[in-house]
Every structure is written in C-alpha cells, then in structure tokens.
C-alpha cells in the first residue's frame, strides 16, 4: 500500500499461519520454565525513564541513543518504552514486596523496543523470554541458568550452540581494573575509533566490547578483569565452573565478555551461535546483585537471562525444526436451513467435548466448502446437510488420509470423532 499508514519501521506484523508457530514455541517454553519452578510476572510497556537510566546506566548504548522516551501531555511525566524486562522485574519486586517470603524464580513474555538500525534478527520491537532467580546468593542458581538453557537447545532438536562466561567480580575490583583499563587505552588512544574514544572515560569495560575488526588486536592486548579478581569472585566463579564440568556442559571463558548494561556482576554469560550471521547471540545473562539495593529496596542477590524469541525461531527455522502450524481437529461442513442451524449445536457439542472446530460460515456450495475444510489444515470433516439431520445423523470424513467416510448419529458424533482422531494419535 503506497498512500496508506503502514506499520513503523523496525515493528512488524505477525500474521496468521506464522503466529502459530510462535505460539507452538511460547507453549514449549512456558511448560520449560515452570519445569524449572518459575512463575510468570507480567510488566508494563511504559515505566518511568528514571527507572532505566538508573539501572541500565546512562553512558549505555541503550539509554543513550536506543530508547524511546516522552513526556507525557498530560500529567509532565518522562515514560519510556521499555528496552529490557529486567529493571521492570526488580522494581515490580521491590513495590510488591515479593522477597518478603523468600527467594523468587520469576519468568516473563513480552514485547522490548530500541531504536537501532533495523536488519535481519535486529528490530525496533522485538520479543523476549527471560527468567529472574531474585535472593539466590550462590553459584549454583548461575550454573543452573546456564543448564536450563542447555535443557531447551535439546528440547528443540539445536545444536551449534556455544556457552561463554566471564566474571565481573565486585564493584571494587572493577574499579581498579578500570583504572588500569583506562590507562592501557589512553598510551593507545592515537589507534582506536571515534566511539572507544567516547567510551574510554564514561564506560571503558564497553571499549572491549567493540566489534570493530581494527580494534581486535588492541583489545586481546588490554588488561584482563580476571586478573583483579579477589579470592571470594574467584571461588564464586568456579563454583560455577564445576557444576557446569559436573553436568558435562561444555563451555568458553571468554575475558572479553561484558555485557551491555551496566548492573552485572560477578557471573556473565552468553550462548551464542554462528548459523545467524552478525546477530550470533541466542541467550544472555549474568548476576546483578546490586540491583535491587540500587533501585531503592532491600539489598539481594538476583541472576537472570533473555533470550530473543525472532533469533531462535530464526535459528530453528535455520536447522528445520520450526514447528509446523497445526489445523483444527474439524472443519464443519453444513449446506440447507435446517443443517445450517443444526451446525451451531453440533459445533458447540464437539467443543464441549474438548475438539478444536472450525464451523463454515457465509454459505456456498458443497464442493467449495469441503476445498475451505481441505485448506483448513482439519483432520476431519463434519458434514451436516438437510436430509442428514432430518435423519439425526451427520457424515464424518477424514481429510488426511485415505480412509471412507460414515454417517453417524448427531447423538455421537463427539465419540466418533474422537475414537478416529485417537486412533490417529496411536498410529
């Protein structure tokens, strides 16, 4: 449509026939989270932009240049959509007080926005999943974070992904590996580009992070946090590690792993893959322990992770197993008053009894109707025409498969559907 309004630029449509295959994926992940004991937590779109300047921290990428951010006309408010679930989880915490009773496993679904350059596996909208273990101290619910993830890859039949960890270890280490990070970089200053030169003072752990390729032999070059990490970072690290070899999880310490938002500590994490060409990063996470201190509750320690629903269905798309949309159990054919009538009834009664139907509507002839039940994707057709119900019956053919067709009575046509889509299911 040239003239008309078209959806932003970078938010996309999900139209029937693909929104099946998201909501295949949301019901495999949903009975995955609980599998593991967590409970889903639904957020606003809109919070307060303090709440993400506070927490992601200001000399981010996200808060700098990719959130979409307003004053609202009516009360002065700054809202802002929101770029990530996690600060939106630990505030709903903190208001609500769900520490009180003890630690929480918490997972949500939803819709983030930032506003970068749109290109494949990268859009202004996008969708995650991601799972919070808030008043956890230990490694283990880190490690566990990390088996979960390998548990879902299985699941789905991937493969060719890869785990890298790094630690941050604690604010005082970071600080004096910044120090020496800083100074590394400003005897170099005359080698790197516009962007590590802005960063190098206001967030210089993100220089590390830069995918330009001229950069790359700087940043191998550049001190590593590991080396200033303290004998409590240490321990808890590997902790990590050894449940990690006790599972037989394979995994990569990558000392260049940072993340982009600056509440992580200690444990950081990314699996990531090479079949999705720039956009390799799958899953992400780590610890923020200082987070819910920050944002104005009770000090806990929290680890958590998100994982971009476009990328693994792009990757299961990538390996074949993207899931196929499924049909009806039956489309109901009906043709004459009296049968047309009698569909609502019989429709109902099938849905009572548990059977997914699509009932025809808007009339046509029989040869039509049975094309529109054919393309439906049903199992089976329900057939009701006048002379069929005067007689109370109704045919029931089957649609997948070379099989007669057989009238039935009306009175049992939930047992007969049943008995020939169960039948189905043993074969």
């Given at each position: 449509m040239s003239a008309g309004i078209t959806a932003v630029r970078g938010m996309n449509d999900i139209l029937p026939g693909e929104s099946e295959r998201w909501e295949a994926l949301e019901d495999v992940l949903r009975?995955?989270?609980r599998g593991y004991g967590y409970r889903n937590i639904r957020t606003p779109i809109l919070e307060q932009t303090a709440l993400f300047r506070r927490a992601i921290?200001?000399?981010?990428?996200?808060?700098?240049?990719?959130?979409?951010s307003f004053v609202d006309d009516l009360n002065g408010?700054?809202?802002?959509?929101?770029?990530?679930?996690?600060?939106s989880t630990v505030r709903a915490a903190i208001e609500h007080s769900l520490l009180y009773p003890g630690p929480q496993r918490l997972y949500y679904f939803g819709q983030m926005f930032r506003h970068e350059r749109p290109q494949k596996g990268r859009y202004r909208q996008f969708h995650q999943v991601g799972a919070e273990a808030m008043g956890f101290a230990g490694p283990d619910i880190d490690a566990e974070q990390m088996l979960m993830c390998q548990r879902l890859w299985d699941?789905?039949?991937?493969?060719?992904?890869?785990?890298h960890i790094n630690s941050l270890g604690s604010l005082p280490e970071r600080v004096t590996h910044r120090e020496a990070l800083v100074a590394y970089l400003r005897d170099n200053e005359a080698y790197l580009d516009e962007d590590s030169r802005r960063r190098m003072h206001a967030n210089p752990l993100r220089v590390l992070d830069s995918k330009n390729p001229d950069l790359q032999g700087l940043i191998a070059g550049a001190p590593r946090l590991l080396d200033y990490l303290g004998d409590d970072s240490l321990k808890h690290f590997d902790?990590?590690?050894?449940?990690l070899k006790d599972a037989g999880?394979?995994?990569?310490i990558n000392p260049r792993l940072v993340r982009g938002l600056d509440y992580y500590n200690l444990t950081v994490f990314e699996w990531v893959t090479d079949k999705l060409g720039a956009q390799g990063t799958v899953c992400g996470g780590g610890r923020y322990d200082g987070l819910m201190e920050q944002l104005g509750g009770k000090p806990a320690p929290a680890c958590g992770w998100a994982m971009g629903i476009e990328r693994?269905?792009?990757?299961?798309a990538k390996e074949g197993q993207a899931t196929d949309a499924a049909g009806p159990d039956v489309y109901l054919v009906n043709q004459g008053e009296l049968a047309s009538r009698s569909a609502f009834r019989v429709a109902e009664d099938l849905r009572a009894a548990g059977f997914e139907v699509v009932q025809h509507c808007g009339g046509g002839s029989f040869k039509s109707q049975m094309k529109k039940a054919d393309a439906s994707g049903a199992w089976l057709a329900v057939i009701l025409g006048d002379d069929e119900v005067a007689a109370g019956e109704a045919t029931l053919k089957p649609l997948r498969e070379e099989k007669a067709q057989q009238r039935v009575k009306i009175a049992a046509i939930a047992d007969a559907v049943g008995s020939h889509l169960f039948q189905e299911d043993e074969a």
């Open positions: 009975a995955w989270l921290g200001e000399t981010t990428d996200i808060v700098e240049k990719e959130m979409y408010e700054r809202l802002t959509m929101r770029p990530e679930a996690t600060a699941d789905l039949g991937l493969s060719g992904i890869s785990l902790g990590v590690q050894t449940i999880i394979a995994y990569v693994l269905l792009a990757l299961m």
